[in-house]
């Protein structure tokens, strides 16, 4: 069975590009989360998707967008990079009621 | 002020030591508990749930003080795999976001 799925795992990007990273939910999980982690901090909640729509939001710009798919799947968008969206990003999915949360391997974003 | 607060590390211990963590955290409608452990570069993965009445796995053992908002990890009996950074973690909202300390590093040395 296998579990969270992300891709790509690894990305650069240059200040002021876009980019899209993609996160496939274990099976029987139909919540996805997103979560930014720079270095040395611990992960930051950007957004929480059920049922194809955005359910709670963290404190990030609007940059930060996403998107879930009728098979349950997510996008994660950040528009006009900055250096500052360097991060580890990591998606978990769950049951509702957050019943067997459970993270992917993350994509780690560096933008020069 | 941080929402979950953690020691600063890191902790270097020898091989066999106790050491324990703290972490409080500042809302008092927080309803779940955790603790996760993060290798380096690697996603968190789950360690324990902490209940207000205490709980052990092995070595670990996961307390809750509701009425000071606190919550600890003690681990006894430390092992070279051990090493690791430690999360903790609490949820506002079952089945919503997950909040996160910053972490703390613990190095075990043999």
């Known amino acids: 069975d296998a579990g969270v799925t992300q891709s790509p795992t690894h990305l650069i990007k240059t200040r002021g590009q876009q980019v899209t990273l993609r996160c496939s939910p274990k099976?029987?999980?139909?919540?996805v989360s997103w979560y930014q982690q720079a270095l040395g901090q611990g992960p930051q909640f950007i957004f929480q998707y059920y049922e194809e729509e955005e359910r709670q939001r963290g404190n990030f710009p609007d940059r930060f967008s996403g998107h879930q798919f009728p098979n349950y799947s997510s996008e994660l968008n950040v528009n006009a990079l900055l250096l500052g969206d360097s991060a580890l990003y990591l998606c978990?999915?769950?049951?509702?009621?957050?019943?067997?949360?459970?993270f992917g391997s993350g994509t780690r974003l560096t933008v020069v | 002020r941080k929402e979950v607060e953690q020691d600063p590390g890191p902790f270097n211990v020898p091989e066999g030591a106790t050491v324990a963590f703290n972490c409080t955290y500042s809302?008092?409608?927080?309803?779940?508990f955790f603790w996760y452990r993060q290798d380096c570069r690697k996603e968190p993965k789950l360690l324990m749930s902490v209940y207000s009445s205490g709980n052990e796995d092995g070595r670990f053992t996961a307390q809750l003080n509701r009425a000071s908002q606190y919550i600890s990890l003690l681990i006894r009996d430390s092992k070279l795999s051990d090493s690791a950074t430690y999360l903790c973690?609490?949820?506002?909202?079952?089945?919503?976001?997950?909040?996160f300390g910053a972490g703390t590093i613990l190095r075990v040395k043999s």
């Open positions: 099976s029987g999980h139909d919540t």
């Open positions: 809302n008092s409608a927080s309803q779940s």
């Open positions: 973690v609490v949820n506002m909202e079952y089945g919503n976001k997950l909040v």
């Open positions: 978990a999915s769950s049951q509702p009621r957050g019943i067997g949360y459970t």
